[in-house]
Nanobody, 123 residues
Framework: QVQLVESGGGLVQAGGSLRLSCAAS????????MGWFRQAPGEEHEFVAA????????YYADSVKGRFAISRDNAKNTVYLQMNSLKPEDTAVYHC????????????????WGQGTQVTVSS
């Protein structure tokens, strides 16, 4: 059983930056591809970014491409999401997730989820 704990959310002005972290425990981190999803109030889970276990491939939603960067440090069992040029529409709860697969845009393919961290971008 893998436990995931996100941190780094907060309130930021439009154009600012935040770095989210997701610490994993209870499993072999390199077994899993990792993803970030977000959910705004009343909305479905939205794919943000994913990364394979070896960091050989990364995937991004079109809405964040060029502004966000996903990375991982397997020695620290941690995945990161660097968010730059933030916009009010990026406001959501951000969740990290782990999958045995090779990395996916689909939330139902992920096996483990963190509780989430709130990101609020003011205009």
């Amino acid at each position: 059983q893998v436990q995931l704990v996100e941190s780094g959310g907060g309130l930021v002005q439009a154009g600012g930056s935040l770095r989210l972290s997701c610490a994993a425990s209870g499993g072999t981190f390199t077994t899993y591809a990792m993803g970030w999803f977000r959910q705004a109030p009343g909305e479905e889970h939205e794919f943000v970014a994913a990364i394979t276990w070896s960091s050989s491939s990364t995937y991004y939603a079109d809405s964040v491409k060029g502004r966000f960067a996903i990375s991982r440090d397997n020695a620290k069992n941690t995945v990161y999401l660097q968010m730059n040029s933030l916009k009010p529409e990026d406001t959501a709860v951000y969740h990290c997730a782990a999958t045995i697969g090779s990395g996916s845009r689909y939330y139902y393919e992920y096996d483990y989820w963190g509780q989430g961290t709130q990101v609020t971008v003011s205009s």
